[in-house]
T-cell receptor, first 111, second 114 residues
Framework: RKEVEQDPGPFNVPEGATVAFNCTYS??????FFWYRQDCRKEPKLLMS???SGNEDGRFTAQLNRASQYISLLIRDSKLSDSATYLC????????????FGAGTRLFVKA | DTEVTQTPKHLVMGMTNKKSLKCEQH?????MYWYKQKAKKPPELMFV???????INESVPSRFSPECPNSSLLNLHLHALQPEDSALYLC?????????????FGEGSWLTVV
């Protein structure tokens, strides 16, 4: 089993749609969680950190369920500019840190 | 714009060449990283420097040699690379150790080995 698993994608959605990405992690000692966005041929950029209480930034909402070891990202009212790869990232300190990236989920938003 | 700067942005090198990738950050971050990313794959961790000391080497071949001259600089020395080493090399930094801190990436150096 991969340490961080994401929906394989790609997701193809029309503008204005709501889209949800899911991510699971296997290491219960994981300490911090993030969603990154990566555009084609660009570096990954932090989209948002993920907290157990859930957090929202405009059209983006992230949730963490530690009991289920599950992370989600919800994008409402999708824009063309949301088209990118979304990477789930988990940091775990298991006697030595590890930052683990999921394989990423590609999103295409179409007019 | 990213505050982690990498040079060069593009590098083409032969298998017998010696070259270096350079990375600089002035955010006062104490942890710096090298990642390798192949097309349609997530970044793969290569090395971590924490407080200027190498803390993680993810079993990277010795043809890749990292160096951290000071807390702001990170180099990756390349020697006798193979064509399969062609990839995007990403430098990153975080305030302290990475266990809770956000990692910030540079724009990357595109490496082609011919």
């Amino acid at each position: 089993r991969k340490e961080v698993e994401q929906d394989p994608g790609p997701f193809n959605v029309p503008e204005g749609a709501t889209v949800a990405f899911n991510c699971t992690y296997s290491n219960s000692a994981s300490q911090s969680f993030f969603w990154y966005r990566q555009d084609c041929r660009k570096e990954p950029k932090l989209l948002m950190s993920v907290y157990s209480s859930g957090n929202e930034d405009g059209r983006f909402t992230a949730q963490l369920n530690r009991a289920s070891q599950y992370i989600s990202l919800l994008i409402r009212d999708s824009k063309l500019s949301d088209s990118a790869t979304y990477l789930c990232v988990v940091n775990a300190n298991t006697g030595g840190f590890k930052t683990i990236f999921g394989a990423g989920t590609r999103l295409f938003v179409k007019a | 714009d990213t505050e982690v700067t990498q040079t060069p942005k593009h590098l083409v090198m032969g298998m017998t060449n010696k070259k270096s990738l350079k990375c600089e950050q002035h955010m006062g971050h104490r942890a710096m990283y090298w990642y390798k990313q192949k097309a349609k794959k997530p970044p793969e961790l290569m090395f971590v420097y924490s407080y200027e000391k190498l803390s993680i080497n993810e079993s990277v071949p010795s043809r890749f040699s990292p160096e951290c001259p000071n807390s702001s600089l990170l180099n990756l020395h390349l020697h006798a690379l193979q064509p399969e080493d062609s990839a995007l090399y990403l430098c990153a930094s975080s305030p302290q150790g990475p266990t809770r801190n956000t990692i910030y990436f540079g724009e990357g150096s595109w490496l082609t080995v011919v």
